[in-house]
Every structure is written in structure tokens, then in C-alpha cells.
């Protein structure tokens, strides 16, 4: 069965680096997601990626998260200049269509910002 | 925006009693309900979703209620088991918005 896949699985930086997330969606899907969920925290949405362009992104989503599909298969979340906050589980997520429907999720990126 | 809340945050069972966690949701036009399980250290993982035109769902030992008029929707687990052991997020989004807005989670704890 097709998975959402992200790399790495863990990412350890300094804090005021830029890190760069990524992910390879199910082949099919047409709609990306990325969600971040701190430690024993619930899931929060950061930004939602159709047809080349964002279509909905969260008050989290600030100017130093940008997300960008360089090629046919890889979605990347970048972090211009991480803070200490910054570091969470990052979830990559796609889905055949949009609302109402199933979203996959990959396995996740620790991210520590030291 | 859509706000979920989600209760209990923690809940005991013992194996083979019936789970319930309950779930309401703020914004009238979301009209997709789906409940993630997330075991420790794992991804979150669809296990059941529901949307507005249906009060019901079932799928073996889980079902999803969903009143619309007072905004709330809940997950039953029936015959639980040890391995049923994880966190359950719900969700709620649709309405031609991508977005899913997660509840902070439930813990669920069977006990043999």
C-alpha cells in the first residue's frame, strides 16, 4: 500500500539555522499538508498546498516557514531561521481530493532546536 | 475559525468494556469528522471518519455519531483490547476548506 514518506526522521540544528523538511506524497494525491504537533500535544495545521500554490495556511505559518514542490514527487517545508519553540514532530500529510477527504500522514520529522 | 473540543483527555478501561470519547466543534459549515489513533512514537492514523449527511457510521468494533444540531460527535469502542492502547485525535474540516482542525487528544488505556 502506498505511503506518505518524510526525511529525515530526525533533524537536530542550532537555533537561527535553516532546516529544510521533506516529503514524498502518495503518487496520486493532489492536495499536500504539513502539521506540526509538539511534545504530548495535539496536531496543528500549518499549511495546505494545491496545484503549485498555497491554498490555506495557519497563524503559525509566519514569513519564516515557506513550502515549496521543486519536483513531480518531493514537497519541502523550510524553516529560515529556527527558534528554540521550532522544535516538534512534523507531520507531512496528502489527499486525493480536498476537504472531506482522507489525509495520509508520514511518519514524521523530530525536529530539535538547540 | 473552527475550534474542537475533545474529552476526556485521559480515559481507563478495563479490556472488554466500551470506550466513549466525545468531541464539539464550533463552526456549522464543517461537514467532515474523522478520528485519528496514534500509538506512541507513530504517525496518526485514520480509523474512522464521518461526514455531514450521515448520523452514523459503523465499522466493526468502532462507531462515530454525529449530531449536527448541537454540533458534537463521538467515537464508541466496544470490546476494547490491550492494543487499542494509544492517543485518538478527532478532527473536523470540509466546507471546501483543506484545513483539519485537531482536539488535543484523548489517551486511552486498556487494561488486561
Known sequence: ?114 | GENVEQHPSTLSVQEGDSAVIKCTYSDSASNYFPWYKQELGKRPQLIIDIRSNVGEKKDQRIAVTLNKTAKHFSLHITETQPEDSAVYFCAAGGSGYSTLTFGKGTMLLVSP
Open chain 1, 1 to 114: 500500500e502506498p505511503e506518505v514518506t518524510q526525511t529525515p526522521s530526525h533533524q537536530v540544528t542550532q537555533m537561527g539555522q535553516e532546516v529544510i523538511l521533506r516529503c514524498v506524497p502518495i503518487s496520486n494525491h493532489l492536495y499536500f499538508y504539513w502539521y506540526r504537533q509538539i511534545l504530548g500535544q495535539k496536531v496543528e495545521f500549518l499549511v495546505s498546498f494545491y496545484n503549485n500554490e498555497i491554498s490555506e495556511k495557519s497563524e503559525i505559518f509566519d514569513d519564516q516557514f515557506s513550502v515549496e514542490r521543486p519536483d513531480g514527487s518531493n514537497f519541502t517545508l523550510k524553516i529560515r531561521s529556527t527558534k528554540l519553540e521550532d522544535s516538534a514532530m512534523y507531520f507531512c500529510a496528502s489527499s486525493e481530493q480536498g476537504a472531506e477527504n482522507e489525509q495520509f500522514f508520514g511518519p514524521g520529522t523530530r525536529l530539535t532546536v538547540l
